[in-house]
């Protein structure tokens, strides 16, 4: 079974400084890896998905994610981030498990 | 497109009463999921169905029933409520099960 683990609950960042939200998985398997974004009282939407080539994944709003196979990990970044990024985000491998979310506070 | 929908938005219940919330997608998705949101623990899978046809349970079944009444449509039933549903419920589609998820707007559900 999969199960995925996102290392920060809560990130406070400043507008404009560079942020990473790290996210663990373990499986033995190959796996796709997706990262959606919650916007307040709003459903998910993806943010960017890596399903095969390139480890380097980019996605909406300027953020990416980078697949390391041998850390089992799969880290999103963004080098400058807005007011508008402050959300809640979540690390899901493919077979429906979620991880419990970091919500990303952007401060002015 | 619509997307996802579901309805209604927001429900109020009292404990022993029964509900279900509707979700319709209109992507021609496989794929169809309810999940429940609680502070603290993300989301977590109540049932799903890979294809239309078949449901499964997911990693929190107890309390519920789901109906996949046709490909556009997936059905959430509490047949007795009680405080612990009290939560926000989302529905999703994809195109095949472990493909990437889309989502509807969410049921905030209270139950007294």
């Known amino acids: 079974a999969q199960s995925v683990t996102q290392l920060d609950s809560q990130v406070p960042v400043f507008e404009e400084a560079p942020v990473e939200l790290r996210c663990n998985y373990s499986s033995s398997v190959s796996v796709y890896l997706f990262w959606y974004v919650q916007y307040p009282n709003q459903g998910l939407q993806l943010l960017l998905k890596?399903?095969?080539?390139?480890?380097l994944v980019k996605g909406i709003n300027g953020f990416e994610a980078e697949f390391n196979k041998s850390q089992t990990s799969f880290h999103l970044r963004k080098p400058s981030v807005h007011i508008s990024d402050t959300a809640e985000y979540f690390c899901a491998p493919a077979r429906l498990t979620f991880g419990e979310g970091t919500q990303l506070t952007v401060n002015p | 497109n619509a997307g996802v929908t579901q309805t209604p938005k927001f429900q109020v219940l009292k404990t022993g009463q029964s509900m279900t919330l509707q979700c319709a997608q209109d992507?021609?998705?496989?794929?169809m999921y309810w999940y429940r949101q609680d502070p603290g623990m993300g989301l977590r899978l109540i049932y799903y169905?890979?294809?239309?046809?078949?449901?499964d349970k997911g990693e929190v079944p107890n309390g519920y029933n789901v109906s996949r009444l046709n490909k556009r449509e997936f059905s959430l039933r509490l047949e007795s409520a009680a405080p612990s549903q009290t939560s926000v419920y989302f529905c999703?589609?994809?195109?095949?099960?472990?493909?990437?998820?889309?989502f509807g707007p969410g049921t905030r559900l209270t139950v007294t």
């Open positions: 890596y399903l095969s080539g390139s480890t």
């Open positions: 992507m021609n998705h496989n794929s």
């Open positions: 999703a589609s994809s195109q095949r099960r472990g493909y990437e998820q889309y």
């Open positions: 169905s890979a294809s239309e046809g078949t449901t």
